[in-house]
């Protein structure tokens, strides 16, 4: 489908998560096959803590590539809870505040040599983009020193930099990040070299070491007491690992641009995803998306430099160009689609033998693509000055345009010349689910509104009936011949025969009525579907006031009492609007402003007027509870 979430590969199911914590350095280069721990495993985490820290002497190590560098991002506190805590869990507290998960991806440095652009997880990047905007008004923006980010850089002589996170290109998934100092000396910007099929290709990315070095021995004046610790407990080693590999495939957008290009590598396992690619010489290939035996999807260096632009120019996350349409490619549409689309069966044959175009299947209201008057049924064969031959070629030109860009759609319509549009594009961070909230919101009003005029309908048929019986009766008392009863009888007929064309209209209008009741049921199942990406994270709203809350459902809970849609309280920040109240972590958040969670505004928008002012309806043990916050009141 053409509107689902652009950034998802590599995402929250297959992110590289350790549940331990950071290496002191890096080690030497070298390949490992220690095996990998994935994301959310264990679901109860005890694990022994340890703070990052220099090595007091670092081991010896081969020179990696300069350009690249190890990411270090540890998460604690709600960040972690939000992001590990399972489904049924009943409250959030069972995680230990000084319990810490780290994970550590392959950063490339930018030429100003303290700019780092990587690949991290989508669910932590998106973690980080959430905590980066909460900030109070008067509060100054966040340094690399201030440490609330947890992001480490690692060089390969074993220096460590704080790093703050500047934002997350959602396009891509690609996050830059700026160190406290420089990492390298600034160089000049070099030209991105085209990748060519057959070139070579160096693969470069930490992995978990297979041992940790050997200690220094004690000095002799200081012997080693029998009671101290043996080794570093608690402490992940890792090598900078590299495999060479050649390019075999470069897949290129409509207009040219290399895109993705494919490697193909001796020895890299899935755990690779976030490496960076480098040619022979040195300069940029690409950052690796994902991997399996002996292939590797890298994204182009030309991509990976478009996003870390975007981002330095706004110096925060850049959403995703937003069209609020989805569409199957015309090549694999059935008959009976364009048929219901308008096109008659002659143009519908020789659209098909065609099969170039995108056939849209739906125009979610007050989109972008229904304000430039797109229609469901229409085929997009052209944007700009490139054809648009499937689906994904759709979804490329629009991620190359980017959001509030301007762009001319050639459109084919049944009983209509082809036509020109222009379509402002807007900005989304997630544009499958901001089409299915749309999609929903306008199912949800045709059902109200058929409900209406069903009811309407029966109301007038029940008028009409009742008007029938009343002449029928009077009609029994007159004479046959008397004019009255001429007149009545005519009277009598004409309401006979509205009665039963509004009895019809009634029927028809309650057969439209369940078949709009299917199609709000499966736009909220779309809608799900696309809000799952979203689920586990804090509500941002709320984070203004002091409070840390994530979504559940009563599908995917055990919590006692919970009967529909809310949210979990997680924490409340120390000092914030929500401290001062007696609201706690493990309160069910079941109603804001009066208004509930139910599955038609499961993920709805906060409206601006939450900044100041909140009340909440709280389910606590059973007993709902009621709560007002305000800003105006909370320090500063």
């Known amino acids: 489908m053409l509107e689902s979430p652009v950034a998802t590969r590599g995402g929250r199911g297959r992110a590289r998560l350790f549940l331990s914590i950071v290496a002191c350095a890096l080690l030497t280069c070298g390949a490992t096959d220690a095996p990998a721990q ?4 264990p679901r ?3 694990l022994p803590v340890a703070p990052v820290r220099n090595a007091a002497t670092p081991p010896k190590m081969y020179a990696a590539a300069p350009q690249v560098i190890a ?3 540890r998460l604690s506190g709600w960040k972690l809870r939000t992001l590990l805590t399972p489904p049924d869990a009943p409250v959030a507290s069972t995680f230990d505040e000084n319990f810490v998960r780290t994970n550590i991806v392959a950063g490339y440095i930018l030429p100003d040599g303290r700019t780092v652009v990587a690949r991290l997880p989508q669910a932590e990047a ?26 480490l850089l690692v060089r390969s002589d074993g220096t460590q930099f704080n790093a703050r996170f500047i934002g997350l290109d959602a396009s891509t998934g690609l996050s830059l990040l700026e160190s406290d100092k420089p990492l390298l000396a600034p160089v000049s910007e070099v030209e991105v070299v085209p990748p060519v099929v057959g070139q070579r290709v160096r693969v470069i990315a930490p992995v978990r070491a297979a041992f940790a070095p050997a200690p220094p021995p004690a000095p002799a004046a200081t012997p080693r007491p029998d009671d101290a610790p043996v080794g570093d407990e608690g402490v992940l080693y890792m090598n900078m690992s590299e495999e060479a590999g050649q390019l075999r495939e470069v ?17 890299v396992s899935p755990e690779w995803a976030g490496g960076v690619a480098l040619s022979e010489t040195g300069t940029l290939v690409g950052i690796v998306e994902e991997s399996d035996a002996g292939a590797t999807r890298v994204m182009s260096a030309e991509t990976v430099r478009g996003a870390a632009r975007r981002v330095q120019e706004r110096r925060a996350s850049v959403p995703q160009p937003w069209l609020g349409a989805r569409g199957d490619a015309l090549a694999f549409a059935p008959l009976e689609q364009l048929l219901a689309g308008g096109w008659t069966r002659e143009q519908a044959r020789t659209l098909l033998t065609r099969q170039r175009g995108v056939l849209l299947t739906s125009v979610a209201p007050g989109t972008p693509a229904a304000r430039a008057g797109l229609r469901p049924g229409d085929v997009v064969s052209r944007i700009g000055r ?6 994904e070629d759709m979804s490329l030109m629009i991620k190359e345009l980017g959001g509030n860009t301007l762009a001319n759609f050639t459109v084919l319509r049944a009983e209509s010349a082809p036509l020109s549009l222009a379509v402002r594009l807007s900005e989304s961070p997630s544009p499958g689910l901001d089409t299915a909230r749309a999609e929903l919101r306008a199912a949800q009003w045709q059902l109200r509104t058929t409900q209406s005029a069903v009811s309407a309908t029966r109301e007038s048929a029940s008028r009409f009936e009742t008007a029938v019986r009343q002449m029928e009766v009077d009609l029994a008392r007159l004479q046959t011949g008397e004019p009255k009863a001429t007149q009545l009888r005519e009277e009598l ?6 009665f039963r064309l509004t009895e019809d209209r009634a029927q028809k209008l309650s057969a439209e009525y369940e078949l709009m009741r299917a199609r709000v049921a499966e736009a909220e199942g779309r809608y799900r579907a696309a809000s799952e990406a979203y689920g586990g994270l804090a509500v941002k709203p709320l984070l203004a006031f002091g409070l840390e809350a994530v979504r559940i459902s ?3 809970t055990k919590i006692s009492g919970a009967r529909q849609n809310g949210l979990l309280v997680m924490s409340v920040r120390p000092g914030s609007a929500a401290a001062g109240t007696k609201i706690q972590a493990g309160d069910i958040i079941e109603s804001i402003n009066g208004q509930l969670f139910s599955d038609a505004n499961w993920n709805f928008n906060l409206p601006a007027d939450f900044d100041t002012e909140l009340s909440l309806g709280i389910l606590r043990d059973g007993e709902k509870l009621s709560f007002n916050l305000s800003r105006n009141n909370s320090p500063q």
Do not use: I, Q, Y
């Not at 998106?126 to 980010?149: H, V, Y």
């Not at 897949?251 to 020895?267: D, I, L, N, Q």
């Not at 007929?493 to 509205?498: I, K, L, Q, T, V």
């Open 493 to 498: 007929s004409r309401a006979r025969a509205e």
């Open 251 to 267: 897949r290129r957008s409509p207009s040219g641009k290399a895109m993705e290009v494919t490697v193909e590598v001796g020895r």
């Open 38 to 41: 994935t994301a959310r495993t």
């Open 71 to 73: 990411v270090v991002h």
């Open 126 to 151: 998106e973690m980080l983009n959430l905590a980066a905007a909460f900030r109070f008004p008067k509060s100054p923006a966040p340094s690399a020193t201030d440490g609330d980010s947890g992001l």
């Open 554 to 556: 009563p599908a995917g």
């Open 386 to 391: 490139h054809d648009v031959r499937s689906v």
């Open 44 to 46: 109860r985490p005890h």
